[in-house]
């Protein structure tokens, strides 16, 4: 097990070694962000702006606007907050590649309560036009992902966690694209659609729900946008129940799009969004904090069950 935030910099790493163009843009973010061994090794590849959220993303712009590969690196509750304005023009209406990778997101890890909770971010940037939004589940998914985004013309957020995630492994989908949603786990009666760090307990619960003789079948939506709707209306014509499962708030984030796009084009199925509701977010380790709101083996269990009852 490895964090996805650590498969991140050995990636970027690996690919700084053979491309000269490719920057880490961090404010103050070497030791969270796990760029220590990056800067170390290429220190004439990092650019270190300090706690300036707005000047990174414009520095960034602007060494795409150059032709370099820059990735922006910063905590996600200041970068799609604070530099909103400079994600939306420097980055996206002027269409610079400026690959932004928000760490620390999802709900903060110890005491640093909800300041530093980013459940804002996928609704936000899913907003802003010309801009793709991902959340790795795992380490595959994570080198995946990064070396698209040093390949591609276009910008991108990229959402990571702190957590050691496990492998997922890739028997069932053994490519990573953009828009196109990984099959984890087959199953039958009822589907759970997870992202990021949301999807290794999907597949917990369904292991449980196994034990009472219900198959579930296990998605790992990494991309927000744009959505994988040749799954999602696979998944509608079978009129069986769905449940989707975020660490962001119920607003704005992957279940409203799920839903959003299957109510739309009239499929009409049993239909739950997991998340953090609409109130003052408890203080706790993530782990304390995903227990409280439902976001566990357990929990996505017991609605899968509510769901099936229905």
Same mark, same amino acid.
């Given at each position: ?47 270190? *702006?300090?706690? +300036? ?26 970068? /799609? ?46 907003? *802003? ?14 080198? =995946? ?6 390949? /591609?013309? =276009? ?22 694209? *953009? ?34 003789? *219900? ?11 744009? !959505?994988? /709707?040749?799954?999602?209306? =696979? !998944?509608? +014509? ?8 975020? =660490? ?5 984030? !992957? ?51 509510? !769901?099936?009852?229905?």
């Amino acid at each position: 097990m490895k964090a996805n935030l650590e498969v991140f910099s050995e990636t970027l790493q690996a690919l700084a070694e053979k491309d000269q163009q490719i920057l880490a843009v961090t404010s103050d973010s070497r030791g969270s962000g796990k760029l220590v061994p990056f800067g170390e090794k290429f220190p004439d590849q990092i650019v270190e *702006i300090g706690i +300036a959220e707005q000047n990174l993303v414009g520095v960034a712009a602007g060494l795409a606007a150059m032709g370099k590969k820059a990735f922006a690196v910063s905590p996600a509750c200041f970068l /799609t907050a604070r530099s909103l304005e400079q994600i939306k023009n420097d980055v996206a209406y002027s269409n610079n590649p400026v690959r932004l990778i928000g760490i620390s997101a999802g709900v903060s890890y110890g005491a640093l309560g909800s300041t530093h909770h980013s459940l804002h971010d996928f609704a936000v940037v899913r907003a *802003i036009n010309n801009l793709p939004v991902v959340a790795p589940a795992d380490a595959f998914e994570t080198e =995946e992902v990064i070396k698209y985004a040093a390949a /591609t013309d =276009e910008p991108i957020y990229i959402r990571f966690g702190k957590k050691n995630m496990p492998d997922l492994g890739q028997s069932l989908s053994p490519k990573f694209e *953009i828009g196109k949603a990984r099959l984890i786990k087959e199953g039958n009666d009822i589907t759970l659609i997870g992202t990021g760090e949301t999807v290794w307990p999907c597949l917990e619960a369904a292991i449980l729900l196994k034990e009472k003789g *219900i198959s579930a079948k296990v998605i790992s939506m990494h991309t927000i946008k744009p !959505l994988d /709707t040749t799954l999602l209306a =696979e !998944l509608g +014509a079978t009129r069986k129940p769905i449940i989707t499962v975020e =660490e962001h708030s119920i607003f704005g984030g !992957l279940g409203e799009a799920v839903s959003s796009y299957l109510f739309q084009n009239q499929y009409f199925v049993p239909f739950k969004i997991m998340g953090f509701p609409g109130e003052y977010t408890v203080t706790g380790s993530q782990t304390e904090i995903f227990e409280h709101y439902g976001i566990s083996d357990k929990g996505i269990q017991q609605e899968a069950l509510n !769901l099936l009852k229905k």
